[in-house]
């Protein structure tokens, strides 16, 4: 092939250009000739009923066009999701719930009309419930978590087998909840022409056909009365992977008022309607030979979900195919309490699971006196333990082998003092599911020797217009700069969200047999293309839908080196390293920068971010980003991140995994395990606060610590 780059080779984004100089147009960059400006209004109580919405002064302001509530606000059709029925009846299931909304002709005099809105509410009854505890009284058992998985999984007796087991590691954990808080809030522009019974959106959204097809369900209209545009999305880690009250309180204001309307959520609200990490309780139970292999591996979660509808963090899935112990439980329990409904946030159940699991593992390995390392090879599983798949490819050892070369591990474990500073090192490993949904692509060959490819794709800021070229160019045999990829809005090919470290193995299969069938039907013409053009499509359905008789994941090992100020309390991570097998690497720039990311991520998690829920008035006490610290520059150092070379021919036609998610993965076990081993101390809750640092290393009780 003439060119590059090409496939597997580093390719800057196609689109970088644009972003940097102001060109891309977000969703709230659109501002259709007499655009209109919504501002909600968000309930003050934690559960009740509204029993009075005053508008009037609000309404009596210059500029506002309307101020609509449960009312007069226009009705809605069915949507699976309950939390997308706003303003349709005066119930307030969760602190931060929209009850009104107001529309202005400038963004500031529709704040000023939401702040005039006068709401009433009947708060008798029970008081709101938002404390997550395991022995909560309502706490039940979930058919299913999120994902489709069973809520419950159990291989063998794994309590007599742990009961029997000569070392045995029985510890809780506890993660926070957390939110995604993407750079760019939620925001969408809405053009509803009555005249011709069409609406036009620019949401900001993972999914483009996601969004159309619950507005068209909502609002009466049939889906190809409806575009719907996310061609650029500042970032999303899920919170954006399903239709937000954003998109429908900006069509309901345009239908009402017959003229556009754009919302942007402002950051302070964004926690309690687009969804959040649920806290999550752990249990890990471990039993072991004196060697260190499993004989038993228990993994229990107990987490929260809304009163409007079930959302069940799957943290004890990754137990499922990490690591060889004959006896195998995996259960989750789920209490429902006065809170917003929690969502996805990237890598959701690998995540938070996978810290309870490799910081057991890391206990288990000072149980036992084996190296961390080590102890995860000796527990290598051939097959998957809880279905008995065998793997599609699995180089988990060789991650950590490679990982350890790198790092200079165990030479740089420490632990190590200077002066006041405690230093030491730890490891964790990384897993996550490789997906593939149904997509649909076209690929059109034109008479001056280019090619166009399209399908409806979201680029969330990963690269996906880079990395598309690159694959349809590959399977053309061109080189990429004689491509150009067309994606981002419902006009063009239906195509799976951007989600689960997905996007690049649907689309890109879609794209990729488009392209093949394309180049056999130019070879049939001996490369000769007619004067209007020459097209192929293609559709991967039936066999995305296909289950694989393999179990299909990535998998990765990290390491952190980290100090700890005994005066200050202060954790700071030095280092840290990621090795990974991800499939076939398509762009190793962007790559390399997904990985990175989701390290940065997992930092956060690990040293600042958490979001405690107040009893008293049910909302979440960090609010934005003066108050969820997520990590800055001076917070993260020089992190490098690479992978081993991976050949899996049972996954897509371009042998690639998904890449968005996993490098957040085992990063806050890594660092909590390698503060475990500065100090002699661990501390079982994140984050690594300055005062439970302090506290922990303040305890008499050795070196359990808290």
Partial sequence: MEGFPALGSPATRREGAQKVTGAARYAADHTPPGCLYA?????????????????????????????????DAPRLGPAEDPELRLLQDDRVPHHGWYVALAVADTLERAREAAAAVSVTYDTEGPAPDVRLYEDHPDAYAPEKANGGYPGRRERGDAAAAYAAAPVRVDCRYAVPPLHNHPMEPHAATAVWEADEGRLTVYDSSQGACTVRADLSSLFGLPEDRITVYSEHVGG?????????????????????????????????????????????????????????????????????????????????????????APDLLT???????????????RAPGETPGMYALESAMDELADAVGVDPVELRVRNEPSAEPDGGRPYSSRNLVACLREGARRFGWPGTR?????????????????TYPALAAPSQALAHALPDGTYRVEVAATDIGTGARTVLALVAADALGVSADRVRCEVG????????????????????????????????????????????????????????????????????????????????????VLRMLGVFAAGRVLNPLTARSQFVGGMVMGLGMALTEHAPLDPAYGDFTARDLASYHVPVHADVPDIEAYW????????????????????????????GNAFARATGRRIRELPLTPDRVLAALDAADGPDGT
């Fill in 39 to 71: 501002w909600p209004v968000a309930a003050t109580v934690a559960v009740g009923r509204v029993v009075r919405v005053d508008t009037a002064a609000a309404a009596a302001l210059p500029g506002v066009a309307a101020v609509l509530s449960a009312s």
């Fill in 414 to 430: 420490g632990p190590r003092t200077r002066g006041a500073l405690l230093t030491g090192a730890g490891v964790a490993a990384s």
């Fill in 236 to 324: 999303g880690f899920g919170c954006k992977g399903t239709t937000r009250p954003h998109v429908v309180l900006a069509v309901m204001a345009a239908r009402h008022t017959g003229t556009p309307v754009k919302l942007a959520l402002p950051r302070g609200g964004l926690h309690e309607v687009v969804g959040h990490r649920a806290p999550t309780l752990h249990r890990v139970r471990l039993g072991a030979r004196p060697d260190g292999t499993l004989t038993a591996l228990a993994h229990e979660v107990t987490t929260h979900t809304s009163r409007i509808r079930e959302f069940v963090e799957q943290a004890a899935v990754p137990a499922r195919v990490m690591y060889a």
């Fill in 489 to 572: 809005h419902t006009g063009l090919p239906p195509a799976s969200l951007a989600g689960g470290s997905s996007g690049t193995a649907s689309w890109g299969w879609a794209v990729h047999e488009a392209c093949r069938a394309l180049a056999l039907k130019l070879a049939r013409r001996d490369g000769k293309v007619p004067e209007g053009g020459l097209c192929a499509s293609a559709d991967t359905t039936a066999a995305a839908k296909q289950r694989s008789p393999y179990a299909r994941h990535a998998f990765g090992a990290q390491f952190a080196e980290v100090s700890v100020d005994t005066v200050s309390g202060e954790v700071r």
């Fill in 644 to 671: 081993v070379e991976e050949h899996d021919k049972h996954l897509n036609p371009m042998g690639s995994k998904g890449i968005g998610e996993i490098g957040t993965v085992g990063a806050a076990a890594a660092i």
């Fill in 331 to 345: 259960a989750h329990r789920v209490v429902p309490l006065d809170v917003p409904t929690p969502s996805w946030m």
